[in-house]
């Protein structure tokens, strides 16, 4: 499974990246808008930094201007995937961009029915919203597996996003249920490093090395 950011800020896309797990990132409208610059700036440095999937989102809400909006996105780089909503201008646009090769990603997707629908108009992913599910008490998890079961069974290419995570065991669960990618914010990715049992050994290790040092002549 594949691990992206779900961010558009360039300091936190630049620490993960480090590691060497990092193999894309997903913005959305509000993730850019908390970022105060140019949009395309924003988009800009995040395409330069990560050789990976970057989802930029389209945000017209017609067919027409959406496919128009669609070509541009994908036109900023070879790595650029194009999110288009769940809707049905979405789907019309979406069909149209992936009939030209554009690779899309299929947002705001809450059920498999939906999910179906994605994979029927030729996504490269389809991003199912767990935490936002799990917010208005319905099952996020149970919809991933769901849909990842559902793209099994039917032999559908479409890659299964797992969006919306909000802890590491969403990651973990994800990775169980066959998603293909998880995207997560900085600070889910983050936790994902820590466990306290690491530190306390980490701790011990040193504190013995340092007595070795002492002791040496
Ligand atoms: O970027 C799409 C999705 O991951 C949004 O997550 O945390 O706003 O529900 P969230």
Not at 171 to 188: I, K, N, Q, R, S
Request: a negative charge.
């Amino acid at each position: 499974m594949r691990l992206f950011l779900d961010t558009a800020n360039i300091d936190e896309i630049r620490e993960i990246n480090r590691w060497g797990v990092l193999s894309g990132v997903t913005t959305n409208p509000s993730l850019v808008a908390k970022e105060h610059g140019d949009p395309e700036a924003v988009w800009k440095e995040i395409l330069a930094e990560v050789d990976g999937d970057i989802s930029l989102e389209t945000t017209e809400p017609d067919a027409g201007p959406m496919y128009e909006e669609g070509q541009r996105l994908a036109g900023m780089a070879p790595n650029a995937v194009v999110k288009v909503p769940m809707t049905a201008p979405g789907l019309e646009a979406g069909r149209r961009l992936a009939a030209d090769g554009v690779r899309i990603n299929v947002t705001l997707v809450f059920s498999p029915a939906q999910a179906i629908l994605a994979a029927e108009i030729g996504a490269y992913c389809v991003s199912p919203f767990l935490g936002r599910l799990d917010d208005v008490g319905a099952d996020g998890m149970g919809v991933l597996r769901d849909i990842c079961e559902l793209y099994a069974v039917q032999g559908y290419a479409s890659n299964v996003l797992a969006a919306s995570l909000r802890h590491p065991m969403h990651v973990v669960e994800a990775a169980l249920a066959g998603a293909h990618v998880a995207t997560m914010p900085y600070d889910v990715f983050t936790k994902l490093v820590k466990h306290p049992l690491t530190d306390v050994g980490l701790e011990k290790f040193l504190a013995d090395w340092r007595a070795i040092e002492a002791d040496q002549p």
